[in-house]
């Protein structure tokens, strides 16, 4: 059999694993961060009606440059966000997964450096490997907060060309405030200049207001956003960034032309039209997010406060076993290799309460 290692792929891939979160079969799922309510039926029938109507124009390109899409997410941006954006400040591509690829393709590549502060998110390290980028994990603190003076001198230290700042932070909920990224961005500007690249995927479930208004002013700094978490929309795969527009014009050199279907412009148009109920859904989540952290830490947990859809919880002597252990009771969980450490995601009222016993039943028999 031939196997991946045999074949001539570049150096820097051998020994690497893909991004593999178990889509496993079982009856309480809360292991990837989705919203767990489907999307509301008149929504659903809008989307049929807006790909009906971009269905009659297949056999043309997408609009390449989703004009009107960047203008509803400007609006919605604009009212959400603090900060009054427009079109030209907007990028759109499928998932914000992409918006980084095309970011690190842009800002990173070989000879270039990427850092983050680790635990983060996994695909920032996987993304700049892929482009060529080479990867900076830089630390965080043991309450899995950003030590500034150690990240500003790390970026002294290895001048890198992109900053990645998670915010709430995947996998720990943690988010990270203006004062932070400010001085993140400054150290950034000193030793380089270098792109800053909050990535606000939960910013719809913080306490916190959104890191938008940082924009103003400074060119060299990017919050990407998807419609993954706080739409319900997963499978639809919509991420976008607002930054200054010489960065939406950066983004074009690396782009694929036409990158964006017609069909996946025409559901992300539908589900902004829906953007109130979207966000009701939003506020239960915020809700049952504070409950689970409040039920963990009555039971003894060590909780990480949280500002997203996860709650990351612990301390468990072997975090894998107590995950198999959870599963075992029909809830599938996230390892994400944080010592002795597991994320939840918050799912309805029901399917946390079917996580809560699991662990109860868990931390019983371990004691
Ligand atoms: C889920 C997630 C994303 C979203 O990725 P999409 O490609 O938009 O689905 C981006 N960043 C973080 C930190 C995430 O957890």
């Not at 941006?77 to 009054?84: S, W």
Request: aromatic letters at 6%; one cysteine or more; glycine letters at 8%.
């Amino acid at each position: 059999m031939t196997r991946i290692d045999d074949l001539p792929i570049r150096d820097e891939l051998r020994g690497m694993s893909p991004y593999g979160a178990p889509q496993l079969d079982v009856p309480v799922r809360l292991n990837t961060n989705e919203n767990p309510h489907p999307l509301p039926e008149p929504l659903v029938a809008r989307i049929a009606e807006r790909v009906a109507e971009a269905a009659r124009h297949l056999n043309r390109y997408p609009d390449r440059d989703a004009v009107e899409l960047r203008t509803r997410l400007a609006e919605y941006l604009t009212r959400t966000g603090g900060h009054k954006v427009a079109r030209e400040n907007i990028w759109a591509a499928n998932g914000s997964n992409e918006v980084i690829q095309q970011l690190l393709q842009t800002f990173g590549g070989p000879g270039r450096t990427a850092i983050g502060f680790e635990p983060s998110y996994s695909m920032h390290a996987l993304i700049s490997r892929g482009t060529g980028t080479g990867w900076l994990s830089g630390p965080r603190r043991d309450d899995f907060t950003i030590d500034v003076e150690t990240a500003e001198r790390a970026i002294a230290e290895h001048r890198p060309d992109v900053v990645f700042v998670c915010s709430p932070n995947n996998p720990t909920g943690t988010a990270v405030d203006a004062e932070t990224v400010l001085r993140l961005y400054d150290a950034a500007q000193a030793a380089k200049p270098s792109m800053v690249v909050v990535d606000e995927a939960y910013g719809e479930f913080s306490h916190r207001p959104s890191l938008l208004p940082l924009i103003e002013g400074r060119p060299n700094l990017v919050v990407s956003r998807t419609m993954s978490k706080a739409f319900g929309a997963a499978g639809l795969r919509l991420g976008y960034l607002a930054a200054d527009p010489a960065v939406v014009d950066a983004v074009q050199l690396v782009r694929l032309p036409y990158h964006l279907s017609s069909v996946t412009q025409a559901t992300a148009l539908a589900a902004l039209e829906y953007t109130d109920t979207l966000l009701g859904y939003v506020e239960q989540l915020k809700a049952e997010r504070d409950r689970l952290v409040a039920e963990l830490r009555a039971m003894g947990c060590e909780v990480t406060a949280s500002d997203a859809n996860f709650v990351q919880f612990g301390v468990f002597e072997d975090a894998h076993a107590a995950w198999q252990a959870i599963l075992d009771r029909g809830v599938l969980v996230r390892d994400n290799g944080v010592p002795g450490r597991l994320r939840v995601t918050a799912g309805t009222r029901e399917e946390n309460d079917a996580f809560l016993d699991a662990v109860r039943t868990v931390m019983k028999e371990n004691r």
